[in-house]
């Protein structure tokens, strides 16, 4: 196949190609019941073109975005796939970013108790992170993602294509997942970062950046797919980063939040004695040269008691995931509530090194 095709650990295909290399991953597959997508016109036009490719399925347009991913839209989407007669054994693609594989997906795990469910991811976060794994959910009032449910895609298709319209922002948003991969992975897939980082996006091999992301999410995925243990690599920068989120009442978006959770987890790493200063200015080097903060002005006091909120957290203690090194980070650290607060004020201010720069 064309494209590039990651390992098949997970058990399901996860191509990362141009659009024109669509028709051939879809060949895989039975013709779809019909085709979900998130209704911004440019995805949509993506949507259509795939549609083509699958024999002319029906494209249904669902209007998405971070505060339309709840169950009174998972609800509609129910709705028109039984007004469709869509049956058990039916295959349905899904097309957009992060939120639509959330969403969609999770419709899909539940209807009929379950229909396979492919996705074509057309943002970069849902390349690297949320079309693989088999999360889905949507949000309740209380939070963000705590209702959900487990199910493997039948394949995901990553259009590298599609990046080209993307915001910076959007781009920015996915870096910062790009960049936690490349702390756990380590070694050349961390050099090329600091490699490419000095040139234009527009002029990056997206298909390899992309490929690297993909396999070490799916190789740490196919060891804990129930998130049991080491599952929570994938968690570096985040129980910070949702603390932030939360503190700030979403004003500071996940990307951004993530990367100041991974200076903070940096931070943690220096403090308790596990991490260099020099790789720790590698990774802040990287995240500014990507135009990712380091900084914020919310409250640390704010931030410790959303932290403390965590799905993640377990019998009322606060556990991290920290780097010892670029290349290997261990999770389940528990760590003093005076070295978080520390880290935290930390935030409010910008590395020494890099005052400079700004
Ligand atoms: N399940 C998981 O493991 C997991 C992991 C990470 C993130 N997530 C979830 O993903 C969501 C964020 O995903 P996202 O950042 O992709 O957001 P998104 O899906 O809302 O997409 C961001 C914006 O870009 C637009 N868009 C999509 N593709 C485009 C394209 N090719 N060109 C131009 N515009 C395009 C969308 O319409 C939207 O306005 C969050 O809800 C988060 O909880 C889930
Ligand atoms: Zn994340």
Known sequence: MSGTETNYDLGYPIVVGAASEFAEFASQ????????TDADPTVRRIARAAARAMHRAPVIPVPLGERRKRLVTVERVLDELAARGVERDALVVGVGGGVASDLFGFACATYMRG???AHVATTLVAMVDAAIGAKTGVNLRAGKNLVGSFHDPAGVFCDVTALRTLTRSAMREGM???????????GDFFASLEELSGHRFAAWPWEQVIAGAVKVKTMVVADDRLEAGRRETLNLGHTFAHGIERASDFKVPHGSAVALGLRAAGLLALQTGRFSRDEHLRVLTLLALFGLPFDTAVEPNEILAAMRHDKKRRGGRLRFTLPRAIGDVEYGVEVPLTSVRAVLRRLRELPEPLLARR
């Open 29 to 36: 597959f039975d013709r779809p019941a019909l085709v979900l």
């Open 176 to 186: 910062s997942e790009i960049v936690k991969a490349a702390i756990i992975e380590g």
């Open 115 to 117: 229909i396979r469910y």
